[in-house]
């Protein structure tokens, strides 16, 4: 057995163990158990500074899980866009497929519960169907292997998952997204790094949530994937007392450049059960992004993105710059709130008007479909009205 399995192994699982370590009261130790099983391995338990703090947060069940009812068990429709078991086709060009239920740590924010945990919850049998789907469909160039985490697969069933996918020719590009360079790096060793790197591209999309994750450890696997020519990029979630806080976002991005990271997204948390209590407002995803933008170097500032509930896909959302537009002219601020004109070019005007590109926003009436038929939006599954939303008055960072 290798040290990462054995740390697997020696998890923080059970209800005694959630009692006896984090003083949960029984019965509620019990209902949490049942809502989503825990599982905190040794290496990403001794993270812990003190109690409640974001790396607690993160992996220790808490009762406010309990409370929330409202959220939702599939936020992104997945399974809704699911043609055969363990595939979720959402974008023209590109696929998900999953591949174990099981990951190094279960986070107690994690939006595919459903789904995570119990082996029964994904079937590895059904595989087969998954790779027949991929083959048979010439428009997918992308492949996402999820889960699950896929690098809780054994070295030789990775390979062999990573061996078929190559045998598809229209796949060009092999996603890895795992969470185990941050919550057990010990899973990224040499074997498995000499294996992965015959079948490239391959890319590693991570997750690391606070700079507190960034050790020695986590530093050593995510450099031994750059230099077996793997790119790694983050993917994080904006939490409440894990990561809401511009200071923190930095010294975590920053920290991840370092150690050759990417930061690639930061996600808006999903609307998912059990998880209400992590969620910020919008406005503070903005404040943060406004507090990075020409802060710190553009690498270091990932997308900031709403996975839109009811399997709209990822939409960027971004701080107000452009403060006015008309067809000569675009009236921005800049990160210190300095003002700024950009003129068009009159090349660009024929017939003395500016060239536009301009997407119109219909809202389709409920009776009539789609409103009056000139390529408006569909109405929104998820609400009854759309208002305008107000954009805050924002004060530059001091630094
Ligand atoms: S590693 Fe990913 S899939 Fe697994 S529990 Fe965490 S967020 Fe969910």
Known sequence: MELWQQMIRDSVHSVDQLVEK???????????????????????????????????????????????????????QEDAMSPVPNITHRYPDRALFLTTSQCGMYCRFCTRKRKVGNADKISMKELESAFKY???????????????????????MLEKILKRL???PHLEI???????????????TPKLVEMIKKYHPIYVNTHFNHPWEITPESTKACEMLANAGIPVSNQA??????????????????KLLKIRVRPYYLYMADETRGANHFRTSLDKGLEIMFKLRGHTSGLAIPHFVIDAPGGGGKIPVLPQYVLHRDEDRIVMRNYKNEVYVYRESKNNKSNGKAESFNIPIEIADKKNGNGNGNGGLKKPKN?????????????PNSN
């Open 174 to 188: 092999i996603r890895i997204g795992s969470k185990m360079p941050c919550v057990l790096p010990h899973r990224i």
């Open 237 to 254: 979630v904006l939490m409440k007392g894990v990561n809401d806080d511009a200071d923190v976002m930095k010294d975590l991005f920053t």
């Open 166 to 168: 190559r045998q598809i």
């Open 22 to 76: 984090f003083g949960i009261d029984k019965t509620v130790a019990e209902n949490l158990d049942e809502f989503f099983q825990a599982r905190i391995n040794p290496y990403y338990l001794s993270l812990i500074r003190y109690p409640g703090d974001p790396i607690w947060k993160q992996c220790v069940p808490d009762r406010a899980e309990l409370d929330d009812i409202e959220g939702f068990e599939d936020p992104l």
């Open 383 to 395: 609400l009854k009205n759309i208002t305008t939303i107000e954009v805050p008055e924002m004060e």
């Open 134 to 156: 991929l083959e048979k469909h010439t428009e997918i160039r992308d492949v996402v292997m999820s889960g699950g985490d896929p690098l809780m697969l054994t070295d030789t």
